[in-house]
């Protein structure tokens, strides 16, 4: 790597896209109750989800009728049906960042780049990586903290450890680990700030060039490596494809995870009783896990274009229109789950959730997430006794309309 240039900081080096998070997908405490108020109307409305929410519209589609489907069963035929329902509409926004991503393609060209990329997420191959990739990351970020007996679990922890792990897997230089983490966090902000977001792309593409030429001109066991390696069909994977991907991983990859745990802690903390039985049982960790992303998925708006025109939940769909596909709405139907807005880990139910899609464009690295919300909350429950919300300090508070977290969660213990 020593010959591969460097990575650039923002032209403005003080510029911090963490701080503009809540700009992209707002500061709302509870999104549910207006979600549950359209969904008593009706499963599909002819509205800009953003807007009924009370943010600015998303600047790369506010010229575009948009529909908002908040129905279970309405949102399952969205998700599985991408004949009718495209990702294309993602050209606009996250295809300015990432490039050509396979997110923004739909069949034929979209399983021919899939099944390779997915090769490398298997269960059997991922399962792996959570002794030597996963737990290092999980044990360096939590030895600066558990000898205090306090700590803020999303600060200090949960915003790190996802992204680190992927890093690692990227095998990319310690010393530019901030910058990378900067650039790649903005990519997603071109929704709302286009010049930040384009300037780290191109700076993320440069650099990226550089590493995948180095990699395979002499290749390691790394991620990179892999890919870069990789062929579709008898041919190399397409350097943009591949470029694209590599853009796109830390925030699939690591954004969501960190969003995702940090909920899965802030439900079983609020719910004292729930966390002392998956203290005593580690073997409902896969059912905490499964409630957090039902009641609180990562990601809780997805966006389809319908390619012709079509009728959904008894509204007619003009094609060319934008679907905001809330599957966060959905997975809190009240007809296909019992108290919704509970945290529950015991629940029985006949249904899945949508936290990580649904047909086709299901997360690719959804084994990968799982295994490191696993590995997280086990080194949690064995490091950290008597975990428990630090009263004299603010409880959490999951916010956003579009991506939810909590900011901070303060826990006492030992």
Request: net charge negative.
């Amino acid at each position: 790597m020593n010959a591969v240039k460097r990575l650039e900081d923002f032209d403005d080096p003080t510029f911090d896209p963490f701080v503009a998070d809540e700009a992209m997908f707002g500061g709302c405490l509870d999104p549910y109750p207006k979600l549950a108020e359209l969904r008593r109307k009706g499963p599909v409305h002819p509205l800009n989800y953003r807007v009924y929410m009370g943010e600015p519209p998303d600047i790369t589609s506010s010229d575009v009728e948009h529909f908002t489907v908040v129905g279970y069963d309405e949102v399952a035929d969205c998700l599985k049906d991408p004949d009718t329902y495209s990702n294309k509409a993602y050209l606009r926004n996250i295809g300015i960042s990432f490039g050509r991503s396979v997110s923004t393609m739909d069949a034929p060209e979209h399983p021919r780049y899939r099944r390779l990329f997915q090769k490398a997420f298997l269960p059997n191959v991922v399962s792996k990586w959570g002794e030597s990739v996963v737990d290092p990351v999980v044990d360096s970020l939590m030895n600066r903290f558990v000898h205090r007996g306090h700590a803020d679990l999303v600060q200090e922890f949960t915003f790190h450890y996802p992204f680190q792990i992927v890093y690692k897997q990227l095998a990319l230089p310690p010393d530019e680990v901030a910058i990378f983490h900067k650039l790649a966090m903005a990519q997603i902000l071109v929704s709302v700030d286009i010049a930040h977001g384009t300037e780290a792309s191109r700076k993320l593409g440069v650099y990226f060039k550089a590493v995948v030429d180095e990699r395979r001109r002499n290749p390691g066991d790394d991620l990179i490596s892999v890919l870069a390696q990789a062929e579709v069909e008898g041919e190399r994977l397409p350097e943009d494809v591949l470029i694209s991907f590599l853009r796109q991983l830390v925030n699939a990859g690591g954004d969501t995870t960190y969003r995702g745990t940090s909920v899965l802690l802030t439900g079983l903390l609020n719910n004292p009783d729930q966390f002392e039985a998956v203290r005593n049982d580690r073997s409902l960790i896969p059912l905490a896990i499964e409630e957090a992303l039902r009641w609180e998925g990562p990601v809780l708006i997805q966006t389809r274009m319908a390619t012709r025109d079509t009728t959904l939940g008894g509204v007619k769909i003009p094609a060319g229109a934008f679907l905001d596909v809330a599957a966060g709405a959905a997975n809190r139907d009240p007809a296909k789950f019992t108290e919704p807005d509970q945290f529950n880990i015991f629940r029985k139910s006949q249904y899945r959730h949508f936290a990580f899609a649904f047909g086709p464009h299901i997360c690719i690295g959804q084994h990968l997430a799982r295994i490191e919300m696993t590995r997280a909350l086990n080194a949690i429950l064995d490091r950290m006794p008597n975990l428990r919300l630090d009263p004299e300090r603010p409880a959490p508070e999951i916010r956003g309309i579009m991506m939810r977290v909590p900011k901070h969660i303060f826990v006492r213990f030992g």
